[in-house]
C-alpha cells in the first residue's frame, strides 16, 4: 500500500511535534535552575563526598596495613638472617666469605636483595652483593648509611650501640623499595637489605581501582535515588502548578488531591482551602457586583417615568420663557432656567447610566451600516451646532462598515471633550493606518500606553507558548491597512500627566475641589466601550506642540475583524472601562 500525501505530512508533523516535546523535557530538565536536577546535583554532591570520603579512608588503612606487613615480615626476616648467616662469619671476612653469605641470604622467603660490607686481613673494605647488578651501595641513600653506621651511647634504655633502620624509596621507573640496614654489635659486616613492594603497590593499584568504581557505583545510585526523589517531590509541585494556573484562568473550582501527612499535603490542604476561600469571596463580589448593576439599571428604569413628565413640564416652560408672552414672573425666570438645564442635564445622565448598564451586562448590540467617515464627522459637527469650532481634514472615500449611531456618540464625546477643557480651534483628522509612514498624521503625539512587541498566548501540546510578533515586522502593514485612524486635537494646556492614565475612569475628577461639573463623567468611558465593542481603541497623549490628542482607531469593517459582530447580535465586549 501505497502512504497518502496528507498521511504522510500528518505523520511527519506529529513526528515534529514528539521531538518539540522531547526537546522541551529535557532542556526544561537540564536547566540550572530547575528543581529536579539541582537536587540530583546534591544528593550526588553528597553522595560522591561521601564516597570519595569513605574510599579513601579505606585506601589508607588498608595501604597501611599491607605495607606494614609486608615490612614488618621483611625486616624480621632479614634480622634473622644477619644474626644466623652474617653472624657466624670471622672478623675479617675476605670477599669470597661475603659473597657467598650474602647469597645465601638472598635465598630467604622474601626474596630480597643482600648487600654486606667488611674489612679483610689488610685493612681493605671488601663487599658481598647477591645481586650485583639490582642492588649496590649507590642505592642506598646516604641517610640511611650514615644512622646504619653511628653508633649510639649505651643508657639503661638503649643496650645496643648499633639498630636496625629502614626507609622506603622509590625507582627512577616508579617502582617502590624497601631498604633496610644493620651493623653487627661487637664486630662483623655491615648489612643492607633491598627488597621490591611491586607487588603490594599492585594490590593497592587494584584496591583503588575497586574503590573508584565502588565510588562511581556510588554516585550513579544516589544520582537514581535522587532522580526517584526528585519525582515524588516534584510531582505535587507539578499538580500545584498546574492547578494554580487553572486558577489564575478562572477556574477557582479547581482543587488538589490530598493523600498522606507530609508537607507537600499540607501545602495541598492550604491550596484548596486558598482556592475555597478565594471562591467564596470572588462569588460574593460578583454577587454584590450583580447587584449593584441591577440597581443601576432598575434605577434608571425607574427614573425614566419621573423624568419624562418633569421633561415635558420644563420643556413648555422653556416655551414660555422664550415667548417672553410676561406669564413667567420675572423674579423666578433665573430659576426656571436652572431647573430646565438640571433636568437636561438628569436625563443625560440618566440615559448615559442606562448605556453603562447594557455594556456591563454585555447586551449593547451593533447595527453595522456602511458609512463615509468624513459625511459622518460633518453630520456629528453640524448636528450639534460646531462647524466654526472644529477644523475638519478628512477625504471623503474612506469608507468603514460601523454603526453610525455608536460611531457619532464616540465623536461627539471626543469633540465635546475638546472643546470644554482644550478650547477650539479643534481639528479633526482622518487617515488610515499606514500613512505618513506610521500610521496617523504627523505631530500626533505621545501614545497613551508604550507600544511594542505583542505578545499572543495559545496553547501547544497542553503547554501555553508565548509568540511575540513586531508590529514592524512584513506582516504588519496588512493588518494596519484595514484600519481607520481618527484624531482629535485640541489646543489647550494639555493631559496633566498624574490624570492621564484615568481620562477614560467613570465619574473620574481631575480636580477634588471641582466636583461638579456639567458633564456626567461618563462620556469618556462610554466612549472607550463604543471603540471596544466595535474591535477598536482610544488613546489619549499630549502633543509635543501642546495640547491634548485623542486617537480612535477602528477596523474598516468590523464583520471582518470578528464575524461574530453581525446586526442585532449582542456585541463581545474587547475590555472594560479602564
Known amino acids: 500500500m501505497t502512504e497518502e500525501p496528507g498521511e504522510r505530512e500528518r505523520t511527519v508533523d506529529r513526528e515534529a511535534r514528539g521531538w518539540a516535546r522531547a526537546r522541551r523535557a529535557v532542556s526544561a530538565t537540564l536547566r540550572f535552575t530547575s528543581l529536579r536536577l539541582r537536587l540530583v546535583l546534591v544528593f550526588g554532591l553528597v553522595a560522591l563526598t561521601a564516597a570519595v570520603a569513605a574510599s579513601g579512608i579505606a585506601y589508607w588503612l588498608n595501604r597501611e596495613a599491607v605495607l606494614t606487613r609486608a615490612q614488618d615480615a621483611a625486616l624480621n626476616d632479614f634480622q634473622q638472617e644477619m644474626r644466623s648467616r652474617a653472624g657466624i662469619l670471622p672478623g675479617r671476612p675476605t670477599q669470597n666469605q661475603l659473597q657467598n653469605t650474602a647469597g645465601q641470604m638472598a635465598t630467604s622467603s622474601?626474596?630480597?636483595?643482600?648487600l654486606l660490607m667488611a674489612e679483610d686481613a689488610n685493612g681493605t673494605t671488601v663487599v658481598g652483593n647477591s645481586d650485583l647488578e639490582a642492588f649496590t651501595l649507590a642505592d642506598v641513600p646516604p641517610s640511611l648509611r650514615a644512622a646504619v653506621n653511628k653508633q649510639q651511647p649505651l643508657t639503661s634504655?638503649?643496650?645496643s650501640p648499633y639498630h636496625l633502620y629502614w626507609q622506603r624509596i622509590t625507582a627512577d621507573d616508579d617502582t617502590p623499595y624497601l631498604v633496610a640496614g644493620t651493623r653487627l654489635i661487637g664486630g662483623g659486616p655491615t648489612g643492607y637489605m633491598l627488597k621490591s613492594l611491586e607487588p603490594e603497590a599492585k594490590d593497592l593499584n587494584s584496591l583503588a581501582w575497586s574503590l573508584g568504581i565502588a565510588t562511581g557505583?556510588?554516585?550513579?545510585?544516589?544520582?537514581l535515588l535522587a532522580q526517584a526523589a526528585a519525582t515524588t517531590v516534584l510531582k505535587p509541585v507539578h499538580r500545584l502548578g498546574a492547578a494554580a494556573k487553572r486558577l489564575g484562568e478562572g477556574k477557582l473550582d479547581t482543587r488538589l488531591r490530598v493523600s498522606g501527612t507530609d508537607e507537600l499535603a499540607e501545602l495541598s490542604r492550604t491550596f484548596n482551602q486558598a482556592a475555597q476561600a478565594l471562591e467564596k469571596r470572588v462569588a460574593e463580589m460578583s454577587a454584590r457586583d450583580e447587584s449593584s448593576r441591577r440597581f443601576v439599571a432598575d434605577m434608571s428604569h425607574e427614573l425614566r417615568t419621573p423624568l419624562t413628565a418633569i421633561t415635558a413640564v420644563t420643556e413648555v416652560l422653556e416655551e414660555e420663557l422664550d415667548a417672553e408672552t410676561g406669564s413667567?414672573?420675572?423674579?423666578?425666570?433665573?430659576?426656571?432656567?436652572?431647573?430646565?438645564?438640571?433636568?437636561?442635564?438628569l436625563n443625560d445622565l440618566v440615559e448615559n447610566l442606562m448605556e453603562v448598564t447594557r455594556f456591563d451586562a454585555g447586551t449593547a448590540r451593533l447595527v453595522l451600516d456602511d458609512v463615509d467617515i468624513a459625511d459622518q464627522i460633518t453630520a456629528c459637527i453640524d448636528a450639534r451646532a460646531w462647524l466654526d469650532a472644529v477644523d475638519l481634514d478628512a477625504e471623503r472615500g474612506i469608507m468603514?462598515?460601523?454603526?453610525?449611531?455608536?460611531?457619532?456618540?464616540?465623536?461627539?464625546?471626543?469633540?465635546?471633550?475638546?472643546?470644554?477643557?482644550g478650547g477650539s480651534p479643534v481639528r479633526v483628522a482622518v487617515r488610515t493606518e499606514g500613512e505618513d509612514g506610521a500610521g496617523g498624521s504627523a505631530g500626533a503625539g505621545k501614545p497613551a500606553e508604550a507600544t511594542g512587541p505583542a505578545?499572543?498566548?495559545?496553547?501547544?501540546?497542553?503547554?501555553?507558548?508565548?509568540?511575540?510578533?513586531?508590529?514592524?515586522?512584513s506582516e504588519g502593514p496588512e493588518v494596519r491597512e484595514g484600519n481607520v485612524l481618527i484624531e482629535v486635537r485640541d489646543h489647550g494646556p494639555g493631559i496633566p500627566v498624574d490624570v492621564l492614565p484615568h481620562v477614560f475612569d467613570r465619574f473620574y475628577k481631575a480636580s477634588a475641589s471641582r466636583p461638579r461639573s456639567e458633564g456626567s463623567g461618563l462620556g469618556l468611558s462610554i466612549a472607550l466601550e463604543n471603540a471596544h465593542i466595535h474591535g477598536g481603541e482610544i488613546t489619549a497623549a499630549n502633543s509635543d506642540e501642546g495640547g491634548a490628542v485623542f486617537t480612535l482607531r477602528l477596523p474598516r469593517d468590523v464583520s471582518e475583524a470578528d464575524p461574530a459582530r453581525t446586526p442585532g447580535v449582542p456585541g463581545e465586549r474587547q475590555g472594560g472601562v479602564r
Do not use: C, W, Y
Open 217 to 223: 557505583l556510588a554516585l550513579i545510585g544516589a544520582a
Open 110 to 114: 622474601q626474596r630480597f636483595s643482600v
Open 455 to 473: 505578545e499572543v498566548h495559545h496553547v501547544v501540546d497542553g503547554h501555553d507558548a508565548v509568540d511575540v510578533h513586531d508590529p514592524d515586522e
Open 328 to 345: 413667567v414672573d420675572p423674579m423666578i425666570e433665573p430659576a426656571v432656567r436652572l431647573v430646565v438645564s438640571e433636568t437636561r442635564r
Open 157 to 159: 634504655t638503649n643496650r
Open 400 to 421: 468603514a462598515r460601523v454603526d453610525p449611531r455608536r460611531l457619532d456618540v464616540i465623536l461627539a464625546n471626543l469633540i465635546g471633550n475638546a472643546l470644554k477643557h
